[in-house]
């Protein structure tokens, strides 16, 4: 069985890049330099929402399940830096060859780890080969959209319409699944001001979690999974959050039972 890996990223405005590209007195804080940011968006375009090369990766979790394992967990460190957040993913990448899995993964995840993978200089041989290196590769890679070595869920249960894009929270939930949890994506920026790099980090867990197990959900759609299987791989999530003690496992899984 190929390896699958479930992926999401959480991002912050890159302070740094804004001072340079616009010239900011090193005098003016990091909450004004964002602040002006947002405020020549919302200007622009009617929101506050930055373009991607602008994204700086706070944290990246993942969902691996090979073998007869599942694990989910978030690279490297509160501590580290975006470039060994992001080498880290593509060292996965490097690793398993896994499938990659993701919820809009196409429109935001990727392409902002393409950037800022450029604006530090890194590398990730294995994710950007289209069959130089190996011809498996030429016809089904990470880049091309219409292959599956990376499934984009949105993208593909929408039949890559824009206008039949569904929010995940709100499909997970009518699954049946614990959905999102006192955090999203529009409070990451004050959490991560606050120093909630750890709450950042659960909430991003917990996303990838609900994201393979919509995914599961969409292999059982396909005939992957039957009745019977489904359930044990639910179940292989289950127990595996169930061995953690961490207080983000224990009301998702309180969530899930109450769904």
Request: proline residues 5%; contains cysteine.
């Amino acid at each position: 069985m190929t390896p699958t890996l479930v992926f999401d990223i959480e991002t912050v405005p890159d302070v740094e890049g804004l001072r340079r590209l616009h010239d900011l007195d090193p005098k003016v804080s990091d909450r004004d330099v964002a602040e002006f940011a947002l405020q020549r968006r919302r200007a622009a375009t009617g929101n506050d929402f930055l373009p991607l090369h602008l994204q700086r990766v706070v944290a990246i979790a993942c969902a691996l399940r090979e073998g007869d394992s599942f694990r989910v967990w978030s690279l490297g460190t509160p501590a580290d830096s975006e470039p060994e957040l992001i080498r880290r993913f593509f060292d996965g990448v490097e690793k398993y060859t896994p499938q990659l899995i993701s919820w809009n993964g196409s429109g935001f995840d990727l392409p902002v780890l393409h950037y800022r993978s450029m604006v530090h200089g890194l590398s990730a041989t294995r994710y950007w080969d289209m069959g130089e290196d190996d011809r498996d590769f030429r016809y089904n890679n990470y880049i091309n959209r219409y292959h599956t070595r990376h499934l984009d869920l949105m993208d593909l249960l929408a039949l890559y319409q824009p206008r039949a894009y569904v929010p995940l929270d709100d499909l997970a939930r009518l699954c049946g699944f614990p959905g999102k949890l006192g955090m999203d994506g529009s409070k990451v920026g004050e959490a991560f001001r606050a120093g909630k790099i750890e709450e950042i980090r659960n909430y991003c867990e917990t996303d990838v979690a609900n994201t393979h197990l919509v995914f599961l959900r969409f292999q059982l759609l396909r005939g992957v999974h039957d009745a019977a299987n489904y359930k044990r791989e639910c179940e292989l999530v289950r127990g595996t959050l169930e061995n953690s003690k961490a207080p983000h496992w224990r009301e998702f899984l309180d969530a899930w039972k109450a769904g």
